[in-house]
């Protein structure tokens, strides 16, 4: 059974048939799902396509694209959304300088806000990071030393260096169906030496469908398409596989309890 740890239950292209997502993902062998939030206006849907079921889970939080629309959202609002039983973690939050879509300055402070919000709830981290590795390490690194916190990378396309300083500071990473794409090359040589102990598998939907479904609409049923790959190119059974990244998504959100 597979766990997609990252997906948009409420996005266009799966909001307009979730219970038909939710039942495909059911049938593909998708045992639970975490639906991510990256806006505040977002908050109360994403908790309720939780509560419909027993395994859809919700995080809190605000997507670095959105950061200069929520700047009063600090980590008082976080901790404080957190207290619902189906919230499971903080995020996604973290940089992105490739479109910039937000004040990098003010990127910076709410990914603290949120690290901050981690830390004091015990909720794990989100991380979305796209080139901006040297300010992501250097926050993780920095907010770390004040008082230790879990966390993700999600949907990891970042180096190999990158991937070694979030494992030293006791980070999991996931991986998503870019994997599969015939130019991802290098982090497929990344995803083949992830600690099986760190890794989480995610499908990200609506974006990024994995081969054989490119061009479609992703869905989290195709989490087992990327599971296929992954234990393929790692040299393991995808039964392997999928028990080992389920075991790590439960042991990292530990608030959410198997269906």
Request: hydrophobic letters at 40%; one cysteine or more; charged letters at 25%.
């Amino acid at each position: 059974m597979f766990v997609d740890s990252h997906c948009h239950l409420n996005y266009k292209g799966l909001i307009e048939e979730q219970d038909e997502v939710i039942a495909r993902a059911c049938a593909a062998g998708v045992s639970a799902m975490l639906n991510i939030s990256t806006r505040k206006r977002e908050w109360a849907d994403i908790i309720q396509t939780a509560e419909k079921a027993p395994n859809i889970w919700a995080s809190i939080g605000i997507h670095p694209h959105e950061a200069d629309t929520h700047i009063d959202v600090d980590t008082a609002q976080l901790v404080a959304a957190t207290t619902h039983p189906k919230v499971v973690a903080i995020g996604e939050t973290g940089l992105d300088y490739y479109y910039d879509h937000s004040d990098r300055e003010q990127q910076k402070s709410g990914f603290r806000a949120h690290i901050a919000a981690a830390r004091e709830t015990g909720l794990p981290l989100i991380v979305h990071t796209r080139d901006a590795e040297a300010d992501t390490a250097e926050i993780l690194r920095d907010e770390m030393g004040k008082g230790a916190y879990p966390g993700v990378i999600h949907c990891f396309t970042a180096s190999a260096e990158f991937a070694d300083i979030a494992l030293e500071l006791g980070f999991f990473i996931s991986i998503s169906g870019i994997v599969t794409f015939k130019n991802a090359a290098d982090l497929r040589a990344t995803a083949e030496r992830i600690p099986e102990e760190r890794l989480l598998i995610e499908t990200d939907s609506p974006f990024l469908a994995p081969v054989p479904h490119r061009g479609k609409s992703c869905e989290p049923a195709f989490v087992a398409d990327t599971a296929r790959f992954l234990a393929e190119i790692r040299g393991v059974s995808v039964e392997h596989l999928a028990a080992r990244t389920t075991e790590n998504f439960y042991r990292l959100f530990s608030k959410a309890k198997p269906a």
